[in-house]
């Protein structure tokens, strides 16, 4: 799979909540290669921001060639980003990195916070019983809606105002949720305790990662974590979350 750098008409902008965007570009190179868990870094229109923003695909329409895109406003990057209109066209680069191994057996996904959308593309192209567990701050239940087109869809959230009140464990453990494998995606200590949660119950987990990352495509080493097994690349017990992620088996890597 070869990564193509174009200029992507955005044909649509939302806001979901607040800071958080919804968009969806036409990039039909792209689209026509992507995978559910991967990313795309996206270049600001502003000569004085040069390193692209890495954000996770949300959607996929092979047959449009468009890519839909949901992100949250994090600094001046994506406040700038934020306001670009329909019509409007960015550089992107993708697909990049590697996204989830899909399986038949009956499976749990996860999504905590930012980690929700990329879940979304997962949940459509499952083909197996599924339950979907949404990790959130408050009753801001972006995206909710859409999930429950593809499984039964279970909420927490931090302040207790919809679903179970704490993390994502609390509500699988609340609403007995069951399952063979786990696909997640969120920040690091949410897959810390799902990373546990699945050594306890012996399940396979796939985790995607979340890194601050510069390059995007592996050569800067800016957004290694700990590993198991030595790298390639650099010789020491580092995987690069861009290059060989950003999705992992659990067992892989240390959190």
């Not at 969806?24 to 792209?30: D, G, L, R, S, Y």
């Not at 954000?55 to 895109?69: P, Q, V, Y």
């Not at 809606?145 to 609390?170: L, Q």
């Not at 080493?221 to 580092?238: E, F, G, P, R, T």
Request: proline letters at 3%.
């Amino acid at each position: 799979m070869s990564k193509k750098q174009v200029m992507a008409e955005i044909l649509s902008q939302t806001s979901l909540a607040d800071g958080i965007y919804d968009m969806t570009v036409k990039a039909e190179e792209i689209a026509v290669q992507a995978k559910a868990g991967q990313f795309i870094s996206v270049y600001i229109n502003d000569k004085s921001k040069i390193l692209p923003r890495p954000i996770s695909i949300c959607g996929i329409n092979k047959e449009e060639g468009t890519l839909r895109i949901v992100y949250r406003v994090a600094g001046e990057g994506t406040a700038q980003l934020s306001s670009c209109e329909a019509g409007e066209k960015i550089k992107i680069l993708g697909p990049l990195g590697n996204g989830f191994t899909q399986k038949k057996e009956k499976a749990v996904l996860i999504g905590g916070g930012i980690g929700i959308p990329p879940m979304l593309e997962l949940a459509k192209q499952l083909s197996c019983e599924k339950t979907i567990v949404l990790g959130y701050r408050d009753s801001r239940l972006f995206l909710k809606d859409e999930f429950e087109s593809y499984g039964t869809v279970v909420v927490s959230t931090e302040d207790g105002s919809a679903g179970t009140k704490g993390n994502v464990i609390d509500a699988i453990k609340e609403q007995g949720v069951e399952g063979s494998i786990i696909y997640a995606c969120g920040p690091t200590p949410m897959l810390r305790g799902i990373k546990a949660y699945a050594e306890e119950h012996e399940m396979e987990a796939q985790i995607s990662m979340e890194e601050r990352m510069a390059c995007g495509i592996g050569a800067c080493l800016a957004c290694v974590c700990q590993s198991k097994d030595i790298d390639s690349h650099s010789h020491v017990h580092n995987k690069r979350v861009c290059k060989d992620g950003p999705v992992f088996d659990a067992r892989e890597v240390e959190l």
